[in-house]
T-cell receptor, first 112, second 117 residues
Framework: DSGVTQTPKHLITATGQRVTLRCSPRSGDLSVYWYQQSLDQGLQFLIQYYNGEERAKGNILERFSAQQFPDLHSELNLSSLELGDSALYFC???????????FGQGTRLTVV | GESVGLHLPTLSVQEGDNSIINCAYSNSASDYFIWYKQESGKGPQFIIDIRSNMDKRQGQRVTVLLNKTVKHLSLQIAATQPGDSAVYFCADPPFNAGGTSYGKLTFGQGTILTVHP
């Protein structure tokens, strides 16, 4: 158990819908990362937050947004969902930005 | 950090053999690297890390070697076991610059390690 909690574990929704994925980082970790992993693909970096502030953006679609709350948990919002958004979404947290990041078990999103 | 890449997408070994997984990076300013293992359906799991002031670091059955001259690192797994079968990623966390940290922890494509009994 990495200490990073992601909910829900599985999510099935229809195209055009909006979902929210939640991540609780390890206790004391200030940095949160979000990744997308499609079938047979590597980990695509989406966005990173540090102590409530956005620090870096990857190839995150405009339909996707995220935030980190004062209690340091983070949410990833995916809207106007398309079939191609079906993937595993991982959250990771780290104490600081350049220390090891620990991953949650992911949310498997299926868009039908 | 900038992009990292892996030389081989797959590696098959016999149980008990040693495995070597390679990774190249492009950002000469990178000063910290992490290896992760990802089993099917699970999140990546931290294996070992190394900072640029070191050439080698050893863990339990794993060794990471860093060659800054050619911007290459490798993960060596001794006496590979079936439970080592997974995808292995190297990652390149951002570096600190003047107290400000940059995000974008990027991963290579991954090497699929298959261990045959």
């Amino acid at each position: 158990d990495s200490g990073v909690t992601q909910t829900p574990k599985h999510l099935i929704t229809a195209t055009g819908q909006r979902v929210t994925l939640r991540c609780s980082p390890r206790s004391g970790d200030l940095s949160v990362y979000w990744y997308q992993q499609s079938l047979d693909q590597g980990l695509q970096f989406l966005i990173q937050y540090y102590n409530g502030e956005e620090r870096a953006k990857g190839n995150i679609l405009e339909r996707f947004s995220a935030q980190q709350f004062p209690d340091l948990h983070s949410e990833l919002n995916l809207s106007s969902l398309e079939l191609g958004d079906s993937a595993l979404y991982f959250c990771a947290s780290s104490r600081q930005v350049n220390t090891e990041a620990f991953f949650g078990q992911g949310t498997r999103l299926t868009v039908v | 950090g900038e992009s990292v890449g892996l030389h081989l997408p797959t590696l098959s070994v016999q149980e008990g053999d040693n495995s070597i997984i390679n990774c190249a990076y492009s950002n000469s300013a990178s000063d910290y690297f992490i290896w992760y293992k990802q089993e099917s359906g699970k999140g990546p799991q931290f294996i070992i890390d190394i900072r640029s002031n070191m050439d080698k670091r050893q863990g339990q059955r794993v060794t990471v070697l860093l060659n800054k001259t050619v911007k290459h690192l490798s993960l060596q797994i001794a006496a590979t076991q079936p439970g080592d079968s997974a995808v292995y990623f190297c990652a390149d966390p951002p570096f600190n610059a003047g107290g400000t940290s940059y995000g974008k922890l990027t991963f290579g494509q991954g090497t699929i390690l298959t261990v045959h009994p």
